[in-house]
């Protein structure tokens, strides 16, 4: 921890299992350094927390109904410049790592990764640093490296965070509806959505911008979805 401070590090917990919080507070509930201030399911109970509890370190989620991690950090650190906030997420971090950086964040880590690393990166975060994995830190370096007229952009990074979010949703097999109950928005909402996807990677019909979805979710978690695939809406 920071040589500054000999006070614990206040930490909450940003997620929607409830078997994932108590995972965490089991791995953290020894440790002098870090005390866990509170827990909350969705982004309007963990904004409220973070008013009332005063953490100095959130554990955030990408993936939460309604407002996604993503969105969350943007919220948080309008009102609290100076907090610090690791994702855990179930995702790669080739998918979200730099976009969460980018949102703010001082750490990105898969949730597979927790049990090893996440000590680790609660204190370096914690003493100043950014916790990213060696895999990433190594990417990184090689992009800053090349520069920007070396660097190749995936068709996915066009789109916005939440375009992302609906896409993966779209590359499961979920229907719009079935999207729009996980995300707690509108049909509409996700529609529209769908529309800027297709348009932005340049699919002339939604059966095309489906099975690209589905490929690419296989590709990039390297698992298939195991839901069968239609075009209807």
């Not at 997420?89 to 880590?109: F, I, P, Q």
């Not at 100043?128 to 090349?146: C, D, H, N, W």
């Not at 978690?221 to 075009?231: D, F, N």
Request: charged letters at 25%.
């Amino acid at each position: 921890m920071s040589n500054t401070s000999t006070a614990p590090q206040r930490l909450l917990i940003v997620d929607d299992h409830p078997v994932f919080r108590h995972g965490i507070r089991q791995l953290l509930g020894d440790l002098p350094d870090v005390t866990i201030c509170g827990e909350a399911d969705n982004a309007r109970t963990a904004l409220q927390a973070m008013r009332d509890l005063d953490p100095t370190i959130v554990l955030v989620d990408i993936c939460m109904p309604g407002v996604n991690g993503l969105e969350l950090i943007k919220l948080m650190l309008a009102e609290r410049q100076h907090l610090n906030v690791i994702i855990l997420s179930m995702y790669d971090e080739s998918l979200y790592a730099l976009r969460a950086l980018r949102a703010g964040a001082k750490g990105y880590m898969a949730k597979s990764q927790a049990m090893n690393h996440l000590i680790d990166a609660i204190r370096k975060v914690a003493s100043g640093g950014v916790y990213v994995s060696p895999q990433l830190a190594e990417r990184l370096i090689f992009k800053m490296i090349q520069g920007s007229d070396g660097d190749v952009v995936a068709p996915v990074d066009k789109l916005s965070d939440r375009e992302l979010e609906v896409f993966q949703h779209i590359g499961s097999g979920l229907s719009t509806r079935d999207i729009a109950e996980a995300l707690h928005l509108s049909i509409k909402t996700i529609e529209t959505h769908r529309a800027h996807i297709k348009e932005k990677l340049g699919f002339a019909n939604a059966t095309d911008m489906i099975k690209f979805a589905v490929e690419w979710k296989e590709t990039s978690e390297g698992v298939p979805t195991g839901r069968p695939v239609t075009a209807a809406g």
